[in-house]
């Protein structure tokens, strides 16, 4: 059974050799009328696609050779030697496929194996390099994807590896703070520590997930930062029912609300407020996460551990369609713009 990938490989293969066939058969038959000769639609469009379709199933022979020497690195011409060889073959087997198929076709203008080669030889064999140099640009934008994914990966792997100590090391301060002045308080800091870090490991492999389990993490790390700050904090969160589905980055809201409340927060004896807020505006998804600190502090000028990392994300998964834009007006507001989607 072919996989999805390679069931579309292969429409998306048929599809182009049956285009070049129509356009090949359009051709004679707009020759033909332009010279007074007669245009009989039932010869020239089954031999056009008797000639293509026959080079249409080398295709696998073309993908193999390009997957064994590929025209690229220091070397490329190294590779020339081995496809020139194979171009040669494909010619002379495809002529040994089509050659029977043109007589069939054509039973009162026969044409022998030596008439057939010699009338399309360069023909066939321009079709073997534009084959293979369709199936390098493919394979150059198939493996440009692969290293875009992995170096968000790679970036989504970092920011745990950079948040999770730092979380870590400050909720375990606060329990031990608690354990012995307010257990219960405490206990209820391990339970969410434990939802938390459950809900992380889960969604380790995941670069989107949607915007209603990102809310449920959020919720887990909230209510740790409510035993640790108690009436001191005032956390209100607004998302309209109509973006719960929509696919967003992993982990993308807590080091934004973790970066709202450290430095809204920060030396303040009264209360602090945070929200977070989701909207859908056309196309776009805005998410937005506010304090009433005292603005935009000197140490994060935009290139804090979480925002600098939201930033690089956005930009790998959404290009220019995904931004991170900070207001410091009355606190500070910091928005995120991407793509909507389901």
């Not at 020239?44 to 080079?55: F, K, R, Y």
């Not at 080398?58 to 064994?68: D, G, N, Q």
């Not at 969604?203 to 930062?225: C, G, H, K, N």
């Not at 804090?304 to 507001?333: H, Q, S, W």
Request: charged content about 20%; hydrophobic content about 45%; proline content about 6%.
């Amino acid at each position: 059974m072919l996989s999805r990938r390679a069931q579309r490989l292969w429409l998306f293969g048929i599809l182009i050799w049956v285009t070049l066939a129509l356009l090949s058969a359009a051709q004679n038959g707009t020759w033909r009328a332009l010279t007074g000769r007669p245009v009989d639609w039932l010869v020239i469009l089954p031999n056009s696609l008797a000639d293509w379709l026959t080079c249409g199933m080398f295709t696998p022979a073309f993908y193999l050779m390009v997957r064994r020497f590929p025209v690229r690195g220091e070397r490329w011409w190294s590779a020339l030697p081995p496809h020139l060889a194979a171009s040669i073959a494909f010619v002379l087997l495809k002529v040994a496929v089509y050659a029977p198929l043109f007589r069939l076709l054509n039973p009162a203008n026969p044409r022998s194996y030596r008439d057939v080669l010699f009338s399309g030889f360069y023909a066939d064999w321009l079709a073997y390099w534009a084959a293979v140099g369709v199936i390098h640009a493919i394979e150059y934008y198939r493996e440009s994807r692969e290293r875009e994914l992995e170096a968000t990966q790679l970036a989504l792997e970092n920011l745990r590896s950079q948040l999770q100590p730092h979380f870590l090391f400050n909720t375990l301060q606060s329990i031990s703070t608690l354990i012995h002045r307010d257990p219960a308080a405490a206990d209820r800091m391990l339970t969410d520590l434990s939802d938390l870090l459950r809900l992380s490991l889960r969604s380790t492999m995941s670069q989107e997930v949607p915007l209603r389990d990102e809310l449920d993490f959020l919720a887990r790390y909230l209510e740790i930062m409510r035993v640790r700050f108690g009436d001191r904090l005032v956390i209100r969160v607004d998302v309209s029912d109509d973006v719960m589905n929509a696919l967003v980055p992993s982990l993308v809201l807590q080091p934004i609300v973790e970066n709202a409340i450290r430095h809204g927060m920060a030396d303040r004896p009264d209360v602090g407020h945070v929200a977070v807020s989701g909207r859908r505006n056309g196309d776009t998804l805005r998410l937005e996460v506010a304090d009433d600190g005292p603005g935009l502090p000197e140490s994060l000028p935009g290139n804090g551990i979480g925002l600098a990392n939201t930033r690089e994300r956005l930009a790998r998964l959404y290009e220019e369609r995904g931004t991170v834009e900070m207001l410091a007006e009355g606190g500070l507001t910091v928005r995120l713009t991407m793509p909507y989607r389901t």
